[in-house]
């Protein structure tokens, strides 16, 4: 690791090699695959739905997408790989999901800091409490599943409850040895290497993965650098287990992963003149934006079974290094010009607008350009212990959860200044570290949740309920102490305890149609920070059907979130000052409420010819319920709708199904949203137009270990705008073609 690594880990893993010793001695006969399948469901109880869970079991709204779901169109992008999941919102940026922006039931999208982020049920955002703005997200292609809760059901992973939580499910040690090696390649000079290797043997087991990918991008330069990405992931697992008739079962296992994401990205966009004439290129003004980003794991995850009791504890570390080298503003005259009004309106200044394109050569010094560089890091321990039992003609499975977690993040910020001249960036000066942001922020904080799944024949009960305390802090230095040796300024800590008390129900009709619902509280905790910034708070109801007809499988859920206070962040995406951002503001009073449609069927045309067709509808309606002005929304007045959250979100999706072949299809559709709280007509200048993409692929499977593929994304070549946030029009991911090989043992 990149720091010290966390005491407890050896304290856990000392102890838990200690107990495993112990109870193999116990052991008559060393474990083997029969161990693996003992071990799935106790570890099944801290993912967030679990492969052999029932949907109908669940109250509330889950979705499960598993490897052989992934497989069919096998994004690296998770905002299109969730496309297929209803109530869940997407911002796009970049065209590849490298920092993806998702919401849940109409939750904000930027940087998915308003949902619960996980990887194996352990938090992944770099700092979940200090600052959940996730600019690290894992590497989707090394996935095997990825999970989504929203309603009651999500109360019990925390701590931000209000939309739900993503689970990301990493690639499991294999019963046997087995393995693949996957190349593919594709449209702007894209190539991907992945390959992974594991198995089990007696006592052990072990997995190693690599994955490996690069891409020149789809946007242009004038001076044709690169505006692509290139991604190492790394990941290896170990683990042993006493065998299954020990007296006391057990298995340890530790996880260690790497991930290196740089990219030449940019929130530099276009004005609207420009996008229309092309919306690929992008501004000599940020030929030289990079975002450089390391992150490494480790987690070492204990199982303890007796009898029906299960006991799950993991301990983790994860570190994080960001610096987003990128444009900041534009600097005449001795001020600070907004580049975003520039865009906005170019005729208002013709001079800033030339700087920008590079069409002119700029006073020197006046285009700046910031270092946005931060750590993060973020380490505890949660165990979870399931105690089934009865009570007459009640079935329970009682749960009871316990983390402490710590985590930070240290700001060392500055701005560099560039000339342009001749069309090209040309150096002039560079503040010191620290000058443009020298602070840092940090939580811990302690969490618990009691939940009891209570049955009593067709009637199923979830009561449950989850206690957060929480102590933030923050301290600054001055913008000439990069070494942070003189004094240091400390707001006052800021502590939050709350009680997040939710209630699921589901009742089986026996004819293959269960009807479910819940009530639940939302809890999204605040940063810290200046002025009187309180928790997020809702009071959540949802009511709906789960049919399941073998063939036919389809469901429906209708939800309010009525909010209390909703919490708006300021983040450089959104466009807020760079003195600010971190921030947050109250927004008052809220209401969000919304439909959720997922079905599928599959047609049978023929013996091993197969035709399954899906749908997933989204219908979310979010406005405030209180006036207001503040530096993150604007002026907002009562009735106006949320902005960047479409009102209705359509998935279709085919296939054909032979073997060794198959062709699939998936079209996606989703309408107009504001980029600005609002009421009536949306102002052409306010405004991310619908679109609609449709993707496409075709697997052959050639032998048993060989398979080919090629996949078509935005089919139709759809030309359209992902925001206009923070500085003018950005372009989705234009027609993007990729073909591969698959070898597999």
Partial sequence: MSTKTFPVLATLTAICALTVGASADVASEAGSAEDIAFIEPAIERIQVIGRK?????????????????????????????????????????????????????????????KITLMEDGVLIAPAPYAAPAAYYFPTTARMEAI???????????????????????????????????????????????????????????????AYRSNNDGFKTLANGGDTGFEVEDYLAKARITTSEDATVFQSLEIKLSKTKNDSN??????????????????????????????????????????????????????????????????????ASVSAAGVLANPASNPLAYAYLRGTADSPAGAIRLQHNARTYGAKGVQSLLALPFTTGAASHDLEVSVRYHEDYESRLQYRESFTMKDGHLSFAS??????????????????????????????TLVPGVRFETIELSRTDWASNDPG????????????????????GISYDLDNGVTLTGGVFKGFNPPAVGEGD?????????????????????????????????????????????????????????????????????????ADGFTVPVSLTYTFTDAEFRTSFSSGFWG?????????????????????????????????????????????????ADEKVDGRFVLDASAQWRVTEHVELYAIAQNLLDATYAVSVHPIGLRPGAPRTLIGGVKFSF
């Fill in 635 to 683: 002026s907002v007045e009562k009735g106006d709708a949320l902005p960047y959250v479409a009102r209705h979100q359509v998935t279709v999706g085919a296939s054909v199904v032979t073997e060794p072949f198959t062709v699939s299809l998936q079209g996606n559709y989703v309408n107009a949203a504001r980029t600005t709280a609002g009421q009536g007509a949306i102002p």
């Fill in 484 to 503: 942070r040796t003189g004094t240091a300024t400390t707001l006052p800590a800021k502590r939050i305890k709350a009680a997040v008390p939710g209630l």
């Fill in 430 to 459: 560079a503040g010191a570290p620290g000058s443009s942001g020298n602070r840092k922020v940090a939580a811990n904080a302690w969490a618990a949740m009691v939940q009891d799944t209570i049955t009593f024949g067709s009637l």
């Fill in 147 to 209: 999970e989504v809760r929203k309603g009651s059901s999500a109360v019990k992973f925390g701590p931000r409850t209000v939309g739900g939580a993503l689970n990301l499910v990493s690639r499991s040690i294999p019963d046997d040895v087995a393995g693949f090696l996957d190349a593919r390649g594709g449209s702007d000079s894209f190539y991907a290497l992945h390959g992974a290797i594991g198995g089990t043997l007696d006592n052990l087991g072990g997995l190693i993965e």
């Fill in 265 to 334: 990205e940019t929130y530099l966009g276009l004005s609207r003149e420009d996008f229309e004439a092309d919306p690929y290129q992008r501004y000599a003004a940020s030929e030289r934006d990079r975002m450089e980003t390391d992150h490494e794991q480790i987690a070492l995850t204990h199982v303890l079974r007796v009898a029906d009791i299960e006991l799950v504890t993991t301990a983790y570390q994860n570190d994080f290094e960001r610096d987003w080298f990128k444009f900041d503003d534009l600097f005449l005259n001795g």
């Fill in 53 to 113: 869970t029932e949907r109908s079991s669940i109250a509330g709204s889950a979705t499960r997408l598993d490897e052989e779901d992934l497989q069919v169109f096998r994004h690296t992008d998770i905002q299109r790989v969730l496309r297929a999941v209803p109530g869940v919102s997407i911002q796009e940026e970049d065209g590849y999901g490298l920092r993806p922006n998702i919401g849940m039931r109409g939750t904000g999208t930027d940087r998915s800091a």
């Fill in 533 to 605: 910034v309180r928790e997020e708070e809702s009071l959540n109801i949802e009511a709906g059907a789960i049919v399941d007809l073998g063939a036919f499988h389809g469901e429906a859920i209708i939800y309010v979130n009525d909010y209390d206070n909703i919490l708006g962040t300021c983040t450089a995406s959104v466009a807020c000052n760079t003195g600010d951002i971190g921030d947050q503001f109250n927004g008052g009073k809220a209401v969000i409420k919304g439909l959720e449609v997922a079905g599928g069927y599959s047609f049978v045309v």
